[in-house]
C-alpha cells in the first residue's frame, strides 16, 4: 500500500523566513512519482512540482527547492524568504509511474502561514 | 489551464436526496478522476475514468457512482447523500505526453448535506 505523511499540520512564520514542509512516503513501486501542489485561500490546487524516482536531483525554481532522497523516502519542500502571498495548504502526493490511470495519494497537507 | 470546469460549484441538499455532480473538460484528455477534501485527510480518490464508458473505483467509492458517455464529461452521482459526504469535490484529468505526466485539477464543487 501507499502512504504519505506530512507530520506538520500548520507551521506559521514571519515574512522573509525560510521554512521546509516535510513528505515522507511509503510506496512498494520501484518507480513512482511525487508532487507537490499548493490550495491558496481560494481553494484551486496548483501543481508545483512532479519529481520521477529515478532522478534524485534536487531541484530550485526561484524562491522553491525540493529536496528528494530516496534513502530516507522524502521528498521536502523549501521556501526561502517567505511571502504572505506564500500563504496556503501543501500537499503532497505520490503515484506509481507508468501507463495507465495516476492515481494519487495524497498526505494529509499542510497549512502554512506567512505573517507579515 | 487544463480547460475543467465544474458544476455546480456549490450545493445544498438533504439528506436522502440524489445528487449528480458534473465535471467538464475541453482538451480531449482520456483519464478523469474524481477527488473528495476533507480536514485531516487530504484528497482521497473516488472514481476514475480511462475512457468512454471505462471506469473504476478508487479508495473511497461505497455511496458513489460516476458515468462517463462522452469525452469530456464525468458524472459523479451521490444516489442518496449522507451528511458523511459532506465535503469539497475536486474532479482533475491527467495529462499525459511525452515531456509530461500531471494530474490538474478542477475549481472544486462545495457540497453540504444537511
Known amino acids: 500500500a501507499q502512504k504519505v505523511t506530512q507530520a506538520q499540520t500548520e507551521i506559521s512564520v514571519v515574512e522573509k523566513e525560510d521554512v521546509t514542509l516535510d513528505c515522507v512516503y511509503e510506496?512498494?513501486?520501484?518507480?513512482?512519482?511525487l508532487f507537490w501542489y499548493k490550495q491558496p485561500p481560494s481553494g484551486e490546487l496548483v501543481f508545483l512540482i512532479r519529481?520521477?524516482?529515478?532522478?534524485?536531483q534536487n531541484e530550485i525554481s526561484g524562491r522553491y527547492s525540493w529536496n528528494f532522497q530516496k534513502s530516507t523516502s522524502s521528498f521536502n519542500f523549501t521556501i526561502t524568504a517567505s511571502q504572505v502571498v506564500d500563504s496556503a495548504v501543501y500537499f503532497c502526493?505520490?503515484?506509481?509511474?507508468?501507463?495507465?490511470?495516476?492515481?494519487?495519494?495524497f498526505g494529509q497537507g499542510t497549512r502554512l502561514t506567512i505573517n507579515p | 489551464d487544463a480547460g475543467i470546469t465544474q458544476s455546480p460549484r456549490h450545493k445544498v441538499t438533504e439528506t436522502g436526496t440524489p445528487v449528480t455532480l458534473r465535471c467538464h473538460q475541453t482538451?480531449?484528455?482520456?483519464?478523469m478522476y474524481w477527488y473528495r477534501q476533507d480536514p485531516g485527510h487530504g484528497l482521497r480518490l473516488i472514481h476514475y475514468?480511462?475512457?468512454?464508458?471505462?471506469?473504476d473505483k478508487g479508495e473511497v467509492s461505497d455511496g458513489y457512482s460516476v458515468s462517463r458517455s462522452k469525452t469530456e464529461d464525468f458524472l459523479l452521482t451521490l444516489e442518496s447523500a449522507t451528511s458523511s459526504q459532506t465535503s469539497v469535490y475536486f474532479c482533475?484529468?491527467?495529462?499525459?505526453?511525452?515531456?509530461?505526466?500531471?494530474?490538474?485539477f478542477g475549481p472544486g464543487t462545495r457540497l453540504t448535506v444537511l
Open positions: 502526493a505520490l503515484s506509481p509511474l507508468g501507463q495507465g490511470a495516476q492515481k494519487l495519494v
Open positions: 482538451e480531449n484528455h482520456r483519464y
Open positions: 519529481r520521477n524516482s529515478f532522478d534524485e
Open positions: 510506496t512498494r513501486d520501484t518507480t513512482y512519482y
Open positions: 482533475a484529468i491527467s495529462e499525459r505526453t511525452a515531456s509530461t505526466d500531471t494530474q490538474y
Open positions: 475514468s480511462y475512457g468512454v464508458k471505462d471506469t
